[in-house]
């Protein structure tokens, strides 16, 4: 006998599956902003890289192949194409234009062989005087950082006073202490080579200092009592284990401290303004010069490039002669 009422088991009703529990819109969504977020977060550096750095430096090298001098300042898209005159005229050393490029440059690389040195070698004494336990550490460190702290044109403004003639602290230093007659020139002739070169000493060496005690910092101190209890001394232990485990740190602070040298403008105008002795030529003033003062953007410009070109060729070449020795050693 039937009851009438339907025995079929009932449907299912299956519910359409949402977007993100098997990996579909919402997780593709978030792969594709956790892949974008680095280049966003990125992406401000790189437009200021690019209006700062990159766009003058190919302006630069555009002008380079142009006849712009004062004539063309306001269309000086209009100047007339040199080609590689310029060029020619920056590294003709037979003119007077290409000997004293030449000049510049030997001052130039003297000037940062000398002030690198330096950097280094008291960078070296003072951090490995720091590393000891020794009274005072604490505000020597803050007291050598305070060169490094001061704005550029600050530092080197107090020292062209601390130079003049007659009333800098120099002279009369020297004149109380009996060790000269207290009326050099400092800032002319040959003794203005001494004098920028002591100023970026003074104002560079901290950077030094502050490298190489955070690379000694990092060197462990097990490898010292090792080489104490072998019977090695202070200074076999600073050859043989400081000075090795430095070098990955000595190679790019030498860089950097000739870059920063060989480049730098700020000090010497400081101290010479526009017209340096001859002993104090630097090529940043040099194009200086050739740029805005005989208003000859061209060659400037084109002297620009070469130095750029041969800061490239030596620091490619520096890098690859420092990697090879430690790859060797």
């Known amino acids: 006998m039937s009851s009438g009422l ?6 299912r009703t299956t519910s359409p599956a949402k977007p993100g529990r098997d990996g579909s819109p919402k997780r593709v969504r978030k792969a594709l902003s956790s892949r974008a977020l680095p280049y966003l977060l990125l992406a401000p550096a790189l437009l200021f890289e690019l209006l700062v750095h990159v766009i003058p ?13 004062q004539f063309f300042l306001r269309r000086w898209l209009q100047a007339p194409f040199a080609g590689l005159d310029n060029y020619r005229l920056a590294v003709d050393f037979s003119s007077e234009i290409g000997l004293s490029l030449l000049r510049s440059l030997a001052v130039t690389l003297a000037f940062s062989a000398v002030v690198v040195s330096c950097c280094w070698l008291l960078g070296i004494l003072g951090a490995t005087l720091l590393q000891r336990n020794v009274r005072g550490r604490g505000p020597l460190r803050t007291l050598f950082l305070i ?3 001061l704005p550029v044109f600050t530092s080197a403004i ?3 006073f601390m130079l003049s003639r007659d009333a800098g602290v120099v002279n009369h230093s020297l004149r109380a202490l009996h060790l000269g007659s207290g009326e050099t020139y400092w800032l002319l002739g040959d003794n203005a080579f001494v004098s920028i070169v002591l100023v970026q000493v003074w104002r560079l060496w901290p950077f030094a200092l502050l490298t190489l005690m955070a690379g000694m910092q990092s060197i462990p101190t097990d490898l ?17 284990l400081t000075l090795p485990m430095l070098a990955p740190v000595n190679q790019v602070l030498v860089l950097v401290l000739f870059l920063w040298t060989f480049n730098d403008f700020n000090v010497p105008y400081a101290l010479f303004a526009s017209s340096p002795p001859a002993s104090a030529d630097l090529v940043s003033i040099h194009v200086y010069q050739n740029s805005f003062i005989t208003w000859n953007f061209g060659l400037g410009s084109a002297m620009s490039v070469l130095l750029l070109l041969f800061l490239l060729v030596v ?5 690859a002669v420092t990697s ?4 060797d050693a």
Request: proline share 6%; aromatic share 14%.
């Open 6 to 11: 339907s025995t079929a088991p009932p449907r």
């Open 57 to 69: 430096m190919l302006t630069g090298v555009g002008i380079s192949f142009l006849k712009l001098n």
């Open 147 to 149: 060169p490094y702290a």
């Open 158 to 160: 107090i020292w062209k």
């Open 224 to 240: 010292y009592e090792a080489a104490e209890v072998d019977g090695a001394n202070r200074w076999q232990q600073f050859r043989k």
């Open 315 to 319: 620091t490619v070449g520096y890098l």
């Open 324 to 327: 090879r020795r430690r790859h």
